[in-house]
Each structure stands twice: as structure tokens, then as C-alpha cells.
């Protein structure tokens, strides 16, 4: 079979040697001689996470969709108000969605002629010495760690800093993502955007891959029963739960799943003050 499929998808080779390599060592996995975690990062290597997150056909799509996301939140916000904007990204691991869209920050914000600020950060700072050596042309990225599952105060972020957080593939890992969807709204400005990317479908090989990490059957809220991903149109309930208003959703639904990327971005914005 899996012969076949490499036929069939040669360029998907990093996901078909994941698949081979969960099945080749389930027994050890079972016995706890080896972790999720060995099986997807198998001696540090970043081929998998690379492919998924930044060279595969579908991360560049929507990579690259992020980054005009980002370039037209900016354009407005940078109008508005002459003064730097300040980016928050959380969960940016491997950097694959960092690296695509701090250029575009960068090239925006120049035009505009306003400064910028940009955070990455993480839970773990596994990846972050690398992604700072990728971005190393870009001084306006600082490098922080941040549990969106905990309180980002009491990490020493200040509320409502942010005009514009990116999540990329984080949300679903948490637990209740309302509320992590309320975390990522207090650090938000008034009229600050959210724009999240996330896997809107699952797939069979999700169970015997993905489905093996720790973070994956963590959730525990009203909107999840046995995937911890939804569906655009629930995602969109989501962020109506958490007071996002003018809710976009690109992809995600589509009428049968051999059309759809099973992917989607969510962009979302907080209420702005008026005077
Ligand atoms: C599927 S990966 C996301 C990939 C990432 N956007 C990239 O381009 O590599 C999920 C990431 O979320 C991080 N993460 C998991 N739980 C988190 C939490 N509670 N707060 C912040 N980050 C978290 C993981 O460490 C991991 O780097």
C-alpha cells in the first residue's frame, strides 16, 4: 500500500516515511519504548515538520495567504495609526509560518513607513535557536515562550498590546479553545486582528500519525467530541464565543472531502473603541 501511495504522491515522501515508520514501530510505541514524540521528530530531524508546516504544496498555499492576511490587517492598522505594530505569532514551533511571514511584515511595514514588532513564541523553545538563525536579517523578531493555555500576564505579557496575533495549527492542541481563543483576545488592542490556520477535516492517517502525540486528544469542551479539529463553520462559533467579531473564514468547507485541503484560515478582529 504504501508503495503505491509513494507512486502515486512522490512528492509527500516525508508524510509516507511518518506513516511507515508509526506502523513499523507500534509495538515499541505501546510498550513505551518509544514516544510520539521520537516518531515525529525521529533523531531531531525536521524533514517532517519542514514539509508540513513550510515546503509542502499546502503549507506554501496557506502560508502564503497568512502573509497577505497579515499585509492587508497591517495596511489598515498602519493607516489608522502612525505608530509601530506590534505581531504576536504563538505556537510558531518549527517557524514555517514565521519565516513565510516576517518578509512580508517587514516589506509592509516599510512601505507604510511605520516600525514593527514581531514575537515568536512557543510553549517549548525547541525550534526557536534555529528560527532565530533562519530570521537572522530580521532584528525586529524577539523570541519568547508563552503557554496560551496559561495566563499570558502572569508570563509577563502585557494585556492588549497586540494589533495583530497569528496562531498557526496551536488552537486545536489546547484544551478548551474558547478559552484560549479569550487568552489570545486579551492581548489584542482594541480592533486588533487574529488570524488562525487550521486543519478543518481529519484524515484517516491523522489516527496512526498525529493522533499518537501527547497534544492531540487533550480537548475537553463544549465544541469537541472525538476530533480535536472542527469544521470552518464551527470554528466561526468559536470565535463568536470568545467576542471576535467580523469573522472570516477562507477554505475549510467544501462539498466533498476529496475537493477540500481540510485546512483553513480564520481571521477574526476585537471590538474596536469608539469615542
Ligand atoms: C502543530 S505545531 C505548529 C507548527 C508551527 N506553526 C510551525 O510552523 O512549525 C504546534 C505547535 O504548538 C506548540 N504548542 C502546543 N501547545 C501549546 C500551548 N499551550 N501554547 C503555546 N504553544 C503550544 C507546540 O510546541 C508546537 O510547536
Not at 503549507?59 to 495596511?75: C, D, P
Not at 532565530?132 to 495566563?151: C, G, H, M, S, T
Request: aromatic fraction near 10%.
Amino acid at each position: 500500500m504504501l508503495v503505491r501511495a509513494r507512486m502515486a504522491h512522490p512528492h509527500a515522501s516525508p508524510v509516507l516515511a511518518f506513516v511507515e515508520r508509526c506502523a513499523r514501530e507500534a509495538v515499541e510505541f505501546m510498550r513505551e519504548e518509544v514516544t510520539a514524540f521520537d516518531l515525529y521528530l525521529p533523531d531531531g530531524s525536521r524533514e517532517l515538520t519542514d514539509f508540513l508546516y513550510s515546503e509542502s504544496k499546502t503549507a506554501r498555499l496557506f502560508n502564503s495567504a497568512i502573509g497577505e492576511a497579515l499585509r492587508a490587517t497591517i495596511k489598515e492598522l498602519g493607516g489608522e495609526a502612525k505608530r509601530e505594530i506590534a505581531i504576536l505569532e504563538i505556537g510558531a514551533g518549527s517557524g514555517g509560518t514565521t519565516t513565510s511571514i516576517v518578509p512580508v511584515a517587514s516589506e509592509t511595514c516599510n512601505a507604510a513607513n511605520v516600525p514593527f514588532a514581531y514575537t515568536y513564541t512557543d510553549v517549548s523553545m525547541y525550534f526557536a535557536p534555529k528560527v532565530k538563525k533562519r530570521l537572522a536579517a530580521f532584528p525586529e523578531v524577539q523570541y519568547r515562550k508563552l503557554d496560551l493555555e496559561a495566563d499570558s500576564l502572569a508570563q509577563g505579557f502585557v494585556a492588549h498590546t497586540f494589533d495583530v496575533i497569528v496562531a498557526a495549527n496551536v488552537v486545536h492542541t489546547t484544551r478548551d479553545v474558547v478559552a484560549s481563543m479569550r487568552n489570545i483576545a486579551s492581548l489584542l488592542r482594541p480592533g486588533g486582528f487574529v488570524i488562525v490556520w487550521e486543519l478543518s477535516s481529519s484524515r484517516s492517517w491523522f489516527d496512526v500519525t498525529l493522533g499518537l502525540l501527547d497534544g492531540w486528544n487533550r480537548h475537553d469542551d463544549r465544541f469537541r467530541r472525538e476530533s480535536p479539529l472542527l469544521s470552518a463553520s464551527v470554528w466561526k462559533e468559536v470565535f463568536s464565543a470568545a467576542d471576535f467579531e467580523n469573522v472570516l473564514a477562507l477554505g475549510g468547507e467544501s462539498a466533498s472531502a476529496s475537493q477540500s485541503l481540510g485546512q483553513a484560515i480564520l481571521i477574526g478582529r476585537t471590538t474596536a473603541v469608539t469615542s
